[in-house]
């Protein structure tokens, strides 16, 4: 397997982190999850730019332009002639002797990034999954998509360990998102979902799905709402990159609407799959 390391392509196995990177040892670090559908990269220019929000956020100084980048996970996805799957890029703050602070002089940012195939989660999406409701115990700039993901891990071990997809977080009785996804619930034919703040990554998917329903005429109201309005809603659903869109048909133990895929769900689902067949072929 063929993987990016800085400015050079190489196979897997020779690829060494250092052991003072500073991802490894401080979470110091950003990173991007990318669909592949048929071999085209999907919304790459979105997930460049949330990137480098993430990147300046934190201060880090990206080691090439976003335009190098670009064509850097082009190739990579050429040369690994990935037809169905995902790109993942991560960069941190580089190689430094142990120290909390920032480097100084700073160091150069370190790249990776790879390329895994991976199927579309069609059962899920036609099945629709479970989740179990958990405290949100993040920071307080969960809008960076930072490799720091302890708290995710965790929350999601949690629904793993109940049989469930995914786990939703609440701060105080207001949903936020997912683990690992965004969070959407429909409610007398108006769709709901937190807005864009500091609690919240801004899923790429989820402003997708905010589009494909200004263009299919459906409501959006992105205001907080509660765990108590969710298990009464008439359609939960989730957003991600891999996951796309997925039906939460059961919360803990309350049954959501009619404890299958709602028809918004199901109108916004067929919605994404018809662009994913335009991208295909394009
Ligand atoms: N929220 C969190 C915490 C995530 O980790 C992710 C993606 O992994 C998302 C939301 C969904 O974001 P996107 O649609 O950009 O994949």
């Known amino acids: 397997d063929i993987i990016l390391l800085n400015e050079s392509y190489v196979p897997r196995q020779e690829a060494k982190i250092d052991i003072e990177d500073r991802g490894y040892q401080f979470g110091d670090g950003i990173y991007e999850v990318i669909r592949v559908y048929g071999g085209r990269v999907f919304l790459l220019s979105e997930h460049l730019q949330r990137l480098k929000r993430s990147a300046d956020e934190i201060q880090l100084a990206l080691p090439l332009?976003?335009?190098?980048?670009?064509?850097?996970?082009?190739?990579?996805?050429?040369?690994?002639?990935?037809?169905?799957?995902?790109?993942?890029?991560?960069?941190?703050?580089?190689?430094?002797?142990?120290?909390h602070g920032f480097p100084d002089p700073a160091v150069k940012a370190q790249l990776v990034a790879y390329?895994?195939?991976?199927?579309?989660?069609?059962?899920?999406?036609?099945?629709?999954?479970?989740?179990?409701l958990v405290n949100d115990i993040r920071w307080?700039?969960?809008?960076?998509?930072?490799?720091?993901?302890?708290?995710?891990?965790?929350?999601?071990?949690?629904?793993?360990?109940?049989?469930?997809?995914?786990?939703?977080?609440?701060?105080?009785?207001?949903?936020t998102e997912g683990?690992?996804?965004?969070?959407?619930?429909?409610?007398?034919?108006?769709?709901?979902t937190h807005p864009p703040n500091n609690l919240i990554l801004n899923g790429i998917t989820r402003q997708y799905v905010i589009q494909l329903c200004s263009e299919l005429n459906l409501r959006v109201h992105e205001q907080t709402f509660s765990v108590n309005d969710l298990l009464q809603?008439?359609?939960?659903?989730?957003?991600?990159?891999?996951?796309?869109?997925?039906?939460?048909?059961?919360?803990?133990?309350?049954?959501?609407?009619?404890?299958?895929?709602?028809?918004?769900?199901?109108?916004?689902?067929q919605a994404f799959d018809q662009r994913i067949a335009e991208l295909k072929t394009k």
Not at 145 to 169: D, R, S
Not at 247 to 265: A, F, L, M, N, Y
């Open 233 to 269: 809603a008439d359609e939960v659903f989730i957003t991600s990159t891999t996951s796309e869109i997925i039906p939460v048909i059961q919360i803990d133990k309350d049954t959501i609407g009619e404890g299958r895929p709602g028809p918004i769900t199901q109108q916004l689902q």
């Open 140 to 175: 307080l700039r969960c809008d960076i998509k930072t490799v720091n993901l302890l708290p995710n891990v965790l929350a999601k071990q949690k629904a793993t360990e109940n049989g469930a997809f995914e786990a939703i977080q609440h701060r105080n009785g207001t949903v």
């Open 179 to 192: 683990s690992s996804s965004n969070v959407f619930m429909v409610k007398k034919g108006v769709l709901h």
């Open 65 to 99: 332009s976003l335009d190098e980048l670009k064509q850097r996970l082009l190739e990579l996805t050429d040369r690994t002639k990935l037809d169905e799957g995902i790109i993942y890029v991560q960069l941190t703050r580089g190689v430094a002797p142990r120290y």
């Open 115 to 132: 390329t895994k195939p991976m199927d579309r989660p069609l059962t899920q999406q036609q099945q629709g999954v479970k989740a179990v």
